[in-house]
């Protein structure tokens, strides 16, 4: 039962353009969305988060949207640099319960 | 400030061997999870521990795992008698008190774990 899925194992943009990232969840009862970035053989990091009660934060080069009616969230890197190549997970939880539950990640590679 | 730290990088066992993997959470931090990651697939809880207490296991397997944060030391994930279905990556995280229930988890580098 996958309760967060990113359905786009990969995505390729050019230096300096838009990266979306896509995060689809199941699960109503989940109330915060967290975005981590992994390099190989590293762990993962925090970007960026959100809570149900927002639909946007914005933190520099990278905005996370809520769109709790369809379920979906998505990250937006502006401007991409090579340097943000990377596996990207989105995970959620639910107050009073501190696991996170992670999709299945979506590669990222941008090229100069 | 260091990091989280998880010891040993690379661990290598036989199977029906005892695998155990170390963390020592950041500084100030009390609250210890375990997650799995299998090859292509994303993190998997495992365990929410504070010192001396399994506060969720619900994502454990019910047997030959078992985990341990003590009061004093890294926090233990301890595999027995492994299998090759074990190997895997497996990463600490850590969190402050929870003040606010969404306090941010940090992660450690992980512990890849082969089973021969």
């Known amino acids: 039962d996958q309760q967060v899925k990113q359905n786009s194992p990969s995505l390729s943009v050019q230096e300096g353009r838009i990266s979306i990232l896509n995060c689809d969840y199941t699960?109503?009862?989940?109330?915060?969305f967290l975005w981590y970035k992994k390099y190989p053989a590293e762990g993962p990091t925090f970007l960026i988060s959100?809570?149900?009660?927002?639909d946007k934060n914005e933190d520099g080069r990278f905005t996370v949207f809520l769109n709790k009616s369809a379920k979906h969230l998505s990250l937006h890197i502006v401007p991409s640099q090579p340097g943000d190549s990377a596996v990207y997970f989105c995970a959620a939880s639910t107050t009073g319960f501190q696991k996170l539950v992670f999709g299945t990640g979506t590669r990222l590679l941008v090229s100069p | 400030n260091a990091g989280v730290m998880q010891n040993p990088r690379h661990l290598v066992r036989r199977r029906g061997q005892e695998a155990r993997l170390r963390c020592s959470p950041m500084?100030?931090?009390?609250?210890v999870y375990w997650y799995r990651q299998l090859p292509e697939e994303g993190l998997k809880f495992m365990v929410y521990?504070?010192?001396?207490?399994?506060?969720?296991e619900s994502g454990m397997p019910k047997e030959r795992f078992s985990a341990e944060f003590p009061k004093e030391g890294p926090s233990i994930l301890r595999i027995q008698q492994v299998v090759r279905g074990d190997s895997a990556a497996y990463f600490c995280?850590?969190?402050?008190?929870?003040?606010?229930?969404?306090?941010?988890?940090?992660f450690g580098p992980g512990t890849r774990l082969t089973v021969l």
């Open positions: 959100i809570s149900s009660i927002k």
């Open positions: 995280a850590s969190s402050p008190d929870l003040t606010f229930s969404t306090d941010t988890q940090y």
């Open positions: 699960n109503s009862m989940f109330d915060y």
């Open positions: 500084k100030g931090h009390s609250h």
């Open positions: 521990l504070q010192k001396e207490n399994i506060i969720d």
